[in-house]
């Protein structure tokens, strides 16, 4: 198979450290595969860029002036871009790998990667291979069962129901109303739905489901 007929993957990089971000693209364009097609040092140019420019995919820092990576991932996701986002970070903790790759990043890099290793990430981004290196692994799945503890217990369809009129303001008399239950029936699921989230009273029962994410 000659060179011609390998796929050119087009490439824009964002980057708010010039050293950095010169580095990166001398390393992609040293691939015969890779053709950078943008350079950027801020978010909103970058996300600009990827609108206008639709790289196949986008290798961003996730800390840049204006729009973080994640964010332009994210932005770029909902105004219907196909480019597939690299995150490449300093920044290891569980919740950040977390949230950008909730935000839409196809893959997240640490900035100690090798520069193969970011050519090689770059490819299997444009494939559709999810990147994530084995030592930020760990803890991504940590993250995902603390976010999954906090969130639960797990209601059922009835406790929810009512859960969400307690929300709106609706007494257990008109709840009882609504659902056609008697009242008394209506109280022994809101005290079971207190019970599953260790709080009293209906201010504080609606005001934890919230911070659990359980109501939006």
């Known amino acids: 198979m000659n060179s011609s007929a390998r796929p050119h993957i087009r490439v824009l990089i964002a980057d708010d450290h010039p050293v950095y971000r010169h580095g990166v693209c ?21 996300l600009s860029a990827i609108m206008e420019i639709a790289p196949d ?15 332009v991932a994210r932005r770029a996701a909902e105004s ?8 490449l970070s300093a920044f290891t903790e569980n919740a950040t790998v977390y949230q950008a790759l909730r935000d839409g990043a196809w893959g997240y890099l640490t900035k100690e990667a090798e ?3 970011i050519v ?16 930020l692994t760990a803890g991504l799945i940590s993250e995902i069962r603390n976010r999954t503890q906090v969130r ?20 257990t008399p008109d709840i009882a109303r609504a659902l056609y239950l008697a009242p008394s029936t209506v109280k022994t ?4 739905i207190c019970d599953k989230l260790g709080a009293s009273g209906r201010a504080a029962v609606v005001a934890e489901a919230m911070r659990r994410g359980i109501l939006e």
């Open 189 to 192: 699921h809101i005290q079971h």
């Open 80 to 87: 219907g871009s196909s480019a597939r986002m690299l995150i």
């Open 26 to 46: 001398r390393e992609l364009e040293n691939d015969e595969t890779l053709d950078v097609v943008g350079i950027y040092q801020d978010g909103k140019a970058a």
């Open 115 to 117: 520069p193969h290793e």
């Open 57 to 71: 995919v986008a290798v961003l820092d996730h800390r840049m002036p204006g729009l973080d990576g994640a964010q």
């Open 152 to 171: 639960g217990p797990h209601l059922t369809q009835r406790e929810m129901e009512i859960l969400k009129m307690l929300a709106s303001g609706m007494s």
């Open 120 to 135: 090689q990430a770059v490819k299997a981004c444009y494939r559709g291979d999810p990147v994530l290196p084995p030592q």
